[in-house]
């Protein structure tokens, strides 16, 4: 019998129309497929929409990010699954609303042995648990933040490996979190290195591409920095830390713009040594390397053409840099006006691999890969947040936005209006009144809203049977649009 290897063009053309259908075929007939793309997923930490320079940020250079976004997609619409940090990494890995799960509800994550229970489920299907099943090679360099050992971790969710931290923030030269406790594992082991931990993940990236590369197994490496997070110090600010060490990480009379410059021209310099050692290991034709954020700018961080930051859901919060390069498929120099958030790079990272979801966890992400090849137009997407802070809900339907403040509701055109200023609601009755239902019949499939005054004084197994990852037998503990 003769085989017939796929064209690069059959297999380009596969993975931009996500058929698993003839991907399987090529893998299961006698003809050998192409070998699947490696990833590398970069995650910055609290930076802000226009905090790169291909964004619009005037006063630093990003030359490596930048590259990126040339050799590939700049997204211009990129949300976020949330406007904090834990629950947009639930929705990353899993696909999913991060509602959905007790690890997604809350943040700052609570504390203490009522809440040990809180964490990524070890049993829950992700991207790196569903790539290692499809033959690729995992490992985390980075922030976790998704539930503390012995029950919670990356080795527990699908990573073969890791090295980074634990928590929520650590010091960038003594690596000890916000209880000033060491925290910087590799693996399951507690270590100690000297030096600026962007750096150190820096170095860790490289290795570990270069080892996948003597192998020649695919892999995903998701390279997650806390750089821009607080505590602001950057490369040489040795004495900040110290300062700091005795009192806590989020200080409020640290930093500056200059330091947090300088703290992203770091990261940067990290992201190029990376993408280099892509290059010269002849990996960089067939590597997806993604660059984005896990919420909006904090303190000293650049949302315009938005308002709000981190915690808000104005778009300042929820918008992020987010950029794609694939040479093998993606074509070059493009922007995208397609909406897009955190949790659709799960069904499009898996359709890149050739394969898909766990059936019984469907992603409610989308993928993007007809869209970012230029195979089929931007689409119009409808997408929910909510968090309980000043009792913030939010969803974008179209180029219109829903958005509720404790008790100020609002109805905004977030493509004609960024700075979200003219309220719509009056002028736009019907849409205004739609959305506001829709958003509550979406809400009604999600875990309910975590009530302080009602979880306050339970023991660990009484909120554990409560906020548990099933879906919620009855409709939310939450008041239902007054009817007009």
């Known amino acids: 019998m003769v085989t017939r290897r796929l064209s690069r063009r059959e297999m380009l053309q596969t993975a931009a129309a996500g058929s698993l259908g003839v991907m399987t075929a090529a893998r299961t007939s006698a003809q050998p497929a192409r070998r699947p793309p490696n990833i590398v997923f970069i995650l910055a930490d609290d930076m802000g929409y226009a905090d790169v320079a291909c964004y619009g940020r005037p006063d630093l250079q990003t030359p490596n990010i930048d590259g990126l976004a040339a050799r590939g997609v700049r997204l211009l619409q990129g949300y976020a699954n949330s406007a904090v940090c ?50 690729y090679g995992t490992t985390l360099v980075g922030k976790w933040h998704l539930g503390l050992l012995p029950a919670f971790g990356p080795l527990q969710s699908g990573y073969d490996h890791f090295f980074g931290f634990r928590g929520g923030a650590v010091d960038y030269y003594s690596h000890n979190g916000t209880d000033q406790k060491p925290d910087l594992w590799d693996d399951n082991v507690p270590v100690e290195r000297a030096g600026y931990l962007t750096r150190l993940l820096g170095d860790r990236a490289v290795d570990v591409v270069k080892a996948y590369a003597k192998t020649r197994q695919p892999f995903l490496l998701s390279l997650h920095f806390n750089a821009p997070h607080w505590p602001w110090e950057a490369p040489g600010d040795e004495a900040e830390s110290a300062r700091i060490r005795a009192t806590s990480l989020n200080h409020f009379d640290g930093g500056s713009q200059k330091t947090y410059q300088r703290m992203i021209a770091e990261l940067d ?94 992603s409610d992400g989308m993928n993007l890969l007809p869209v970012l090849s230029g195979k089929t137009r931007s689409v119009s997407r409808k997408l929910y947040w909510r968090y309980k802070a000043n009792a913030q809900r939010a969803m974008r339907d ?32 019907d849409d205004y009144r739609r959305m506001e239902r829709d958003w509550f019949d979406w809400n009604k499939t999600m875990l309910p809203e975590i009530k302080d005054s009602f979880t306050h004084g339970l023991s660990g197994d009484e909120f554990a049977d409560h906020y548990g990852a099933k879906q919620p037998s009855q409709e939310p503990d939450i008041p239902t649009p007054p009817e007009e």
């Open 269 to 362: 310099a990290q992201v190029g040594r990376v993408v280099e050692t892509l290059k010269s290991n002849g990996l960089a034709e067939n590597t997806i390397v993604i660059f984005t954020s896990d919420n909006g700018g904090e303190r000293f961080a650049d949302t315009w053409p938005f308002t709000g930051r981190k915690t808000e859901l104005l778009e300042g919060g929820l918008r992020i840099p987010a950029v794609i390069s694939w040479p093998g498929l993606i074509p070059r120099k493009r922007t995208s006006d397609q909406v897009a958030i955190s949790m659709d790079w799960v069904p499009t990272l898996l359709s890149a691999a050739g394969t898909a979801p766990d059936p019984a966890y469907p």
């Open 86 to 135: 834990t629950a947009t990494r639930v929705g990353l890995i899993t696909g999913r609303y991060q509602y959905r799960l007790r690890i997604g509800l809350e943040e700052p994550l609570a504390t203490g042995a009522a809440f040990s229970s809180i964490g990524l489920p070890p049993e829950h299907p992700t991207l790196p648990s569903l790539l290692r099943a499809a033959g």
């Open 398 to 429: 179209g180029d219109l936005k829903f958005l509720k403040i404790l008790d100020n509701t609002f109805l905004f055109n977030v493509v004609a209006d960024p700075l979200e200023k003219a309220n719509l609601k009056d002028r736009l009755r």
